[in-house]
């Protein structure tokens, strides 16, 4: 079975400084998805940024990027010029494999934005 | 138009009751999901049905009933409600089974008294 691991459970940055959050998984399959979801105080899940393991380049999104580490099983989410509005909580999540249809959520990083 | 939407958003009932969530997607979506986030968080998916056929169905209480009328629509029914069954319960859909990206509706918060 996949699992997917969040190691911090909270963390906080100021205002227009850069932020990561990390993320590790746990799969043998060669081919999968792997996501960031934010979920802000309103409940909605959004999703952030996708990357297919078979890509090589790191997926970028305006101010997010990730990095994509495949043999390490490590897929980090970077938040550029952090806003207010990134005020969250964001979940990594898995799906392929057995698991293929399915995500498989971290536990979640509750992100905190300073003024 | 909202893509995913649930009904109801809130609900508050007693233990042993018998309550529904409705869940409708207009993004022409072939699968349909269930999942439930717990009090600390924790998103877990329960049932999935694709083109209406269950083709998910994790470890869940058979108190919990999933059903999909045609490829749009998937509620939920629970039966005998329990205290532990409060949660923020969420549907989502995705283009077609393993296709990765799910779009979710915003919750329906069920708490048990």
């Known amino acids: 079975a996949q699992t997917v691991t969040q190691s911090q459970p909270e963390m906080s940055v100021q205002e227009a400084e850069t932020v990561t959050l990390s993320c590790t998984y746990d799969t043998s399959e060669s081919n999968y998805y792997l996501f960031w979801y934010k979920q802000p105080p309103s409940r909605q899940m959004i999703l952030v940024i996708r990357?297919?393991?078979?890509?090589?380049q790191n997926a970028t999104e305006n101010r997010f990027s990730v990095n994509f580490q495949k043999a390490a099983k490590s897929f980090s989410l970077k938040i550029s010029d952090s806003q207010l509005g990134d005020t969250a909580m964001y979940f990594c999540a898995f799906s392929g494999g057995t698991s293929y249809g399915k995500l498989t959520f971290g536990q979640g990083t509750i992100l905190t934005v300073h003024p | 138009d909202t893509a995913v939407s649930q009904t109801p958003k809130y609900l508050v009932t007693q233990m042993g009751n018998d309550k529904s969530i409705k869940c409708e997607q207009n993004l022409g979506h072939d699968t349909m999901y269930w999942y439930k986030q717990d009090s600390k968080k924790f998103l877990k998916i329960m049932f999935s049905y694709n083109n209406k056929e269950l083709i998910i169905n994790e470890t869940v209480p058979n108190r919990f009933s999933p059903k999909s009328p045609d490829k749009a629509h998937l509620n939920l029914h629970i039966n005998s409600l329990e205290l532990g069954d409060s949660a923020v319960y969420f549907c989502?859909?995705?283009?077609?089974?393993?296709?990765?990206?799910?779009?979710f509706g915003e919750g329906s918060r069920l708490t048990v008294l």
């Open positions: 990357q297919e393991a078979y890509k090589q």
């Open positions: 989502a859909s995705s283009q077609r089974q393993g296709h990765g990206e799910l779009f």
